[in-house]
Nanobody
């Protein structure tokens, strides 16, 4: 059974940084594509960043140049380094996984497994 557990969320002022982590279990981690999504109240879930099993990455336009996704397969862990945070980055951030090794789709409906999320609040 695939399980994803996020951590690292919190409150930060505009311009600050946070690093999110997501630990996966119950599957062959290295073979899966992994991603971060976010959802603010009243808005649709938005693709933030993807890293597939061959380490190809893709970012949403709103975070390019500020966020960096990475993965440590030996630790079954996905990371999202978030710099230069803005109030509009405030959302609940979700980790996602999918067994398709080369997935790069930013639509949340493409992804099969989800964590419970971690809240990020950025104040101005």
């Amino acid at each position: 059974q695939v399980q994803l557990v996020e951590s690292g969320g919190g409150s930060v002022q505009s311009g600050g940084s946070l690093r999110l982590s997501c630990v996966g279990s119950g599957y062959t981690y290295s073979g899966y594509s992994m991603a971060w999504f976010r959802q603010a109240p009243g808005k649709e879930r938005e693709g933030v960043a993807i890293i597939n099993s061959v380490l190809t990455t893709k970012y949403g336009d709103s975070v390019k140049g500020r966020f960096t996704i990475s993965r440590a397969n030996a630790k079954n862990t996905l990371y999202l380094q978030m710099n230069s945070l803005k109030p509009e980055d405030t959302a609940r951030y979700y980790c996602a996984a999918d067994s398709r090794w080369s997935l790069l789709g930013l639509l949340w409906t493409d992804w099969g497994y989800w964590g419970q999320g971690t809240q990020v609040n950025v104040s101005s």
